[in-house]
């Protein structure tokens, strides 16, 4: 009899987990209360920068995902858009070039091989960059893809391998029975499961507040402009130092100078349309767009490429990236609770490590050894 | 030839937004997210409309399916304009 395993949340972390877990061999049921990719995986941009990534577990986990990433067109036979197209961080003041010094020789030292450049080879790298620029990082190693494909991609690779797929259906709580999760209820059936993946990003917190858990994910909303279709000239990811600032910034429970948390991280979709963030506020669940972020944002953007004054912007989106108090997900067990795992809380990393999440996931719940030390995801660091 | 275009902006055939309804897309956004009818320049004004009783037909009408939310701009701005204090 094999092993049968419920997902809850169709993200792309819910739909990566499912897909593996097929592979491992398990009966899975991915249960998902709109559709895939509804929530923040359909509401972010493409770039997997794994320059963004703090040092240390997270970086090395993107690094594990990467290589995921370049087999991964082949093993789902689906066009996901995948590209290797080098990512920089541009700097625009000496402040930021003494923070950016600081990271790249860290990463450097973690056996990342990010260059610093200068404003002048940043425009000869990618033509319409702003000569006010004083620097920039770059690495050939970052990468982009299309997170809505990957999404679908992942949960259909899971139908045809046999997981049962239930769109349109909440997870009203967990059934449990002596500390041990049996299954979910939904609002038609009761689903008993040998095991429960939670991964419902921003919305996992709720699933666990009745049992006494406190999962420390929090929404923190980030805004997104879409432009027009334009010829192709973004040839890499390329994000702000500013960015990086307020990505690294941890800052949930201060007073901070710039609520709205703006820095630039611009890429160009496969159409030609532009995405062209980003903020990181916490608002609660609220997903309205704020005008005066927009506009910080395309001032962002006019600053870096002086060009852009003169596209058109066709829509504003807001997504609800899961942060996490220290930045990194949380992957594994519930401390006092059998046969529910967490997967959950990659804030704006979760595109980078869907594959290599969903991979550790499905090796933790059917108890293969996925070689790499995951302790330092569990939910018991907080 | 009995396809056609629904989707002017993005190029998308009724054979795809069937497609799309048929592997679960219960929504504008669903088939919008899937096969990018809707995500052009025009945002769905044309098209809207028409996928949505698409779904009702599917649905036997019981309610409506979800729409896709309006967001600014409500139409294309030039981005110098909506930086301009």
Same mark, same amino acid.
């Given at each position: 009899?094999?092993?049968?395993?419920?997902?809850?949340?169709g993200?792309?972390?819910?739909?990566?987990?499912a897909y593996?877990?097929?592979?491992?061999?398990? @009966?899975?049921?991915?249960?998902?209360?709109?559709?895939?990719?509804?929530?923040?995986?359909g509401?972010?941009d493409r770039?997997?920068?794994?320059?963004?990534?703090?040092?240390?577990p997270?970086?090395?986990?993107?690094?594990?995902? +990467?290589?995921?990433?370049?087999?991964?067109?082949?093993?789902? #036979?689906? %066009?996901? @858009?995948?590209?290797?197209?080098? &990512? /920089?961080?541009i700097?625009?003041t000496?402040? #930021?070039m003494?923070?950016?010094?600081?990271? $790249?020789?860290?990463?450097?030292?973690?056996?990342?091989?990010?260059?610093?450049?200068t &404003?002048? #080879?940043a425009?000869?790298?990618?033509? &319409?960059?702003?000569?006010?620029? +004083?620097?920039?990082?770059?690495?050939?190693?970052?990468?982009?893809?299309?997170?809505?494909?990957?999404?679908?991609? /992942?949960?259909?690779?899971a139908?045809?391998?046999?997981?049962?797929?239930?769109?349109g259906?909440?997870?009203?709580?967990?059934?449990? %029975?002596?500390?041990? $999760?049996?299954?979910?209820e939904?609002?038609? @059936?009761?689903i008993?499961?040998?095991?429960?993946?939670? =991964? /419902?990003?921003?919305?996992?917190p709720?699933?666990?507040?009745?049992?006494?858990?406190?999962?420390?994910?929090?929404?923190?909303?980030g805004?997104?402009?879409?432009?027009?279709?334009?010829?192709?000239?973004l040839?890499?990811?390329?994000?702000?130092a500013?960015?990086i =600032?307020?990505?690294?910034?941890r800052?949930?429970?201060?007073?901070?100078?710039d609520?709205?948390?703006?820095?630039?991280?611009?890429g160009?979709?496969h159409s030609?349309?532009?995405?062209?963030?980003?903020s990181r506020?916490f608002?609660?669940?609220?997903? %309205?767009?704020?005008?005066?972020?927009?506009?910080?944002?395309? #001032?962002?953007?006019?600053?870096?490429?002086?060009?852009?004054?003169?596209?058109?912007?066709?829509?504003?989106?807001t997504?609800?990236?899961?942060?996490?108090?220290?930045?990194?997900?949380?992957?594994?067990?519930?401390?006092?609770?059998?046969?529910?795992?967490?997967?959950?809380?990659?804030?704006?990393?979760g $595109?980078?490590?869907?594959?290599?999440?969903?991979?550790?996931?499905?090796?933790?719940v059917?108890? @293969?050894?996925?070689? /790499?030390?995951?302790?330092?995801?569990?939910?018991?660091?907080? | 030839?009995?396809?056609m275009?629904?989707?002017?902006?993005?190029?998308?055939?009724?054979?795809?937004?069937?497609?799309?309804i048929?592997?679960?897309?219960?929504?504008?956004?669903?088939?919008?997210?899937?096969?990018?009818?809707?995500?052009?320049?025009?945002?769905?004004?044309?098209?809207?409309?028409?996928?949505?009783?698409?779904?009702?037909?599917?649905?036997?009408?019981?309610?409506?399916?979800p729409?896709?939310?309006?967001?600014?701009?409500?139409?294309?701005?030039?981005?110098?304009?909506m930086i301009?204090?």
């Open positions: 009899m094999s092993y049968k395993v419920v997902v809850a949340g993200g792309l972390i819910g739909a990566s987990t593996y877990l097929t592979k491992s061999g398990a @009966e899975v049921t991915l249960i998902e209360s709109k559709d895939i990719a509804s929530g923040t995986s509401a972010c770039a997997i920068m794994l320059q963004s990534k703090k040092p240390g997270t970086l090395d986990l993107a690094i594990e995902s +990467i290589a995921l990433y370049k087999e991964l067109e082949a093993e789902l #036979e689906t %066009e996901l @858009e995948y590209r290797k197209s080098g &990512g /920089m961080i700097i625009e000496p402040e #930021e003494a923070a950016m010094e600081h990271m $790249v020789e860290r990463q450097q030292k973690a056996g990342i091989d990010v260059k610093l450049i &404003g002048k #080879e425009q000869e790298r990618q033509p &319409g960059l702003s000569k006010d620029l +004083i620097g920039s990082t770059w690495w050939e190693e970052d990468a982009e893809v299309n997170p809505l494909k990957v999404s679908f991609a /992942m949960a259909n690779a139908k045809s391998r046999g997981a049962k797929i239930k769109l259906t909440p997870v009203k709580r967990l059934l449990t %029975e002596n500390n041990r $999760v049996i299954g979910v939904t609002p038609t @059936e009761k008993y499961a040998d095991a429960v993946v939670v =991964a /419902m990003g921003v919305w996992t709720k699933l666990f507040e009745p049992f006494g858990v406190d999962v420390p994910i929090i929404p923190r909303q805004h997104i402009l879409v432009s027009e279709r334009m010829p192709s000239f040839h890499t990811g390329i994000l702000s500013a960015y =600032a307020n990505k690294l910034k800052n949930h429970q201060s007073e901070d100078p609520p709205f948390g703006v820095g630039l991280a611009i160009q979709t030609g349309s532009l995405l062209i963030g980003g506020q608002t609660g669940y609220n997903t %309205e767009t704020n005008p005066e972020v927009i506009r910080k944002i395309g #001032e962002a953007a006019v600053r870096a490429f002086p060009l852009l004054a003169k596209a058109r912007i066709i829509r504003a989106f997504g609800l990236r899961p942060y996490t108090p220290d930045g990194m997900p949380i992957l594994g067990p519930v401390e006092g609770m059998d046969g529910v795992y967490i997967a959950a809380g990659h804030e704006g990393d $595109v980078a490590l869907a594959p290599i999440s969903g991979k550790i996931m499905a090796h933790m059917c108890g @293969e050894n996925s070689g /790499m030390d995951i302790n330092t995801f569990s939910l018991s660091r907080f | 030839m009995d396809d275009i629904i989707c002017r902006c993005e190029g998308v055939y009724l054979s795809d937004i069937l497609k799309a048929e592997e679960g897309a219960s929504s504008v956004p669903g088939i919008k997210k899937r096969v990018r009818a809707g995500m052009g320049y025009c945002q769905g004004r044309v098209c809207q409309p028409v996928i949505r009783d698409m779904l009702e037909s599917k649905t036997g009408g019981e309610k409506m399916p729409q896709q939310r309006a967001q600014t701009p409500v139409r294309p701005v030039l981005l110098d304009d301009r204090r």
